[in-house]
C-alpha cells in the first residue's frame, strides 16, 4: 500500500549519483526474478551508458536532471529528466510550439524532458516501487512541476509515457498529447507463416516475394544476441548507423563510445541483425529486447539491396518475436509504409506542462483536436490492414 510519509525529491546530475540497485528497484523491479525488464530503456544501465559515452551530458542539449523520490531515505520512485537546449532527438515534435511561443517574445529553451533520449518507445516515466504507484507519480510530478517553476523554464515534457500514466497525469492537471505509432501484435503465431496465414492473399504474396527478393542479395543474415555479439559487430554497425544519421538528421546522437559501453553492458538486452556479404557486414538492424516487446531502434548499410531494409528491420524482428514468445514488436517512430507488412496503428501518449496560463490554453486547445485526429486516422488506416476480413474468408 501507499505510505503517507513525507516524501522528499532529489535531484541528479547524473546516474552516477544512485546505485543501479536503487534506481532499478523502481525502474524495473519485475526484472527481479533475472528476467528481462519491461523495456530496457529506463534502466541503469542504458541511461548510465548514454551519459558514460558522452551522447547526452555536456554539449549534447541534454543535461541529466533526474529525479528521485525518497521516503524514510528509502528511494520509492525516480525518473530520468533532462534540461533540454532544443527539441532534437524526442520524436513527439513540438518545434512548432517553439516558434509560437518565441514569436510572441519567450523564451521556449531551456526546457525539462522526462524521457530517453533518443528513444520513441513506449514505456513507463514514472518509476515507482511496486506498493508506492499513486504517491510516487505525485510526487514525481510535483518535483518535476516545482525544478521547472523554480528554474523558470517553459515547459515540462514527458514523452511516450504509458496510456495509464497520460490518463492520471491529466487528472493531475497535466496536458494530455496523443500520436501514432505502428506495432506488430503477436495473435498466438507458433511460426511465420502462421502471421502470413492471417494476410489477404496480396499481402501474403507481396511479403513473400520482398523476403525471396531480399535474401537473394547474395549473402547471409543472422539474428545476434549476447555473447554471439562481438566487438567488431559495433565496427560495421557504426559504419551504417552514420550513413542513415548523416541522411536523417545530420550527425548521429551516439557516439562511437555508446557500442563500445553496449558490447560490455547491454549485448543481453539486443537483438541485432547482421548481413553480409563476401566476408563484409553490408547492412544491419538494432533492436532492444523487452519482457513482452522487441523494440525496433536502427538500421542502416554500406550497399543497396532491394527489400533487405524491409527483411532485416520488419520480418526479422517478427521472426525473432515469434520464436521468442514476445508478444510485440515496436518498430519505432512514424512509417505508414509498416502497415502493409501488418503493423497496425496505435496511439502513443505524452504529457505537457506548460507554465505560461495564455500559452498552456492554446496548447490545451491545440492537443483537444489532434487527439480526435489522430484517433480518425488511426480508424481510418487499420481498416486498410493487410489483414483478412471475415467476407474476404468466405469468399476465398
Not at 551522447?55 to 533540454?84: C, D, F, I, N
Amino acid at each position: 500500500m501507499d505510505d503517507d510519509r513525507t516524501i522528499a525529491i532529489e535531484v541528479l546530475g547524473g546516474m552516477d549519483a544512485i546505485p543501479e540497485a536503487e534506481w532499478d528497484a523502481c525502474a524495473c523491479p519485475e526484472a527481479a526474478d533475472g528476467g528481462a525488464p519491461n523495456d530496457p530503456f529506463t534502466t541503469h544501465r542504458f541511461l548510465h551508458a548514454l551519459e558514460a559515452s558522452g551522447s547526452v551530458g555536456s554539449g549534447t542539449g541534454w543535461q541529466p536532471r533526474h529525479l528521485v523520490a525518497r521516503m524514510g531515505g528509502e528511494a520509492v520512485a525516480v525518473a530520468p529528466l533532462y534540461a533540454k537546449s532544443h527539441s532534437m532527438g524526442e520524436y513527439i515534435f513540438d518545434h512548432s510550439w517553439a516558434h509560437a511561443y518565441e514569436n510572441a517574445g519567450g523564451a521556449y529553451y531551456p526546457k525539462l524532458q522526462q524521457a530517453v533520449p533518443f528513444t520513441p518507445a513506449t514505456g513507463r516515466r514514472f518509476l515507482t516501487r511496486p506498493g508506492f504507484e499513486a504517491a510516487g507519480l505525485s510526487a514525481l510530478v510535483q518535483g518535476a512541476v516545482q525544478l521547472a517553476a523554480e528554474n523558470e523554464v517553459s515547459s515540462l515534457h514527458v514523452t511516450f509515457c504509458t496510456e495509464a500514466e497520460a490518463i492520471a497525469g491529466e487528472k493531475i492537471g497535466l496536458l494530455r498529447r496523443a500520436s501514432q505509432q505502428f506495432h506488430w501484435v503477436n495473435d498466438g503465431y507458433a511460426t511465420f507463416d502462421d502471421f502470413l496465414a492471417a494476410l489477404n492473399s496480396r499481402k501474403r504474396k507481396t511479403i513473400r516475394k520482398e523476403r525471396r527478393v531480399a535474401q537473394a542479395f547474395g549473402g547471409e543474415i543472422a539474428t545476434l544476441t549476447g555473447d554471439d555479439i562481438r566487438p567488431h559487430h559495433w565496427d560495421a554497425f557504426w559504419r551504417f548507423y552514420t550513413d542513415t544519421g548523416a541522411r536523417k538528421w545530420g550527425s548521429p546522437y551516439l557516439t562511437r563510445e555508446f557500442f563500445d559501453i553496449a558490447q560490455d553492458t547491454l549485448r543481453g538486452d539486443m537483438a541485432l541483425v547482421m548481413a553480409s556479404r563476401d566476408g563484409r557486414d553490408v547492412a544491419g538492424a538494432l533492436n532492444f529486447i523487452g519482457r513482452e516487446t522487441l523494440y525496433g531502434r536502427y538500421w542502416g548499410c554500406v550497399e543497396d539491396h532491394p527489400c533487405l531494409h524491409f527483411e532485416a528491420c520488419y520480418y526479422r524482428a517478427i521472426d525473432y518475436a515469434i520464436a521468442q514468445g514476445l508478444g510485440r514488436v515496436e518498430a519505432g517512430a512514424q512509417g505508414t509504409h509498416k502497415l502493409a507488412r501488418g503493423y497496425m496503428p496505435v496511439t502513443t501518449h505524452s504529457l505537457h506542462w506548460i507554465r505560461d496560463a495564455g500559452f498552456r490554453d492554446a496548447v490545451a486547445r491545440y492537443l483537444e483536436a489532434e487527439r480526435a485526429a489522430v484517433e480518425d486516422e488511426n480508424t481510418d488506416l487499420a481498416a486498410f490492414g493487410p489483414f483478412r476480413k471475415v467476407q474476404v474468408e468466405e469468399d476465398e
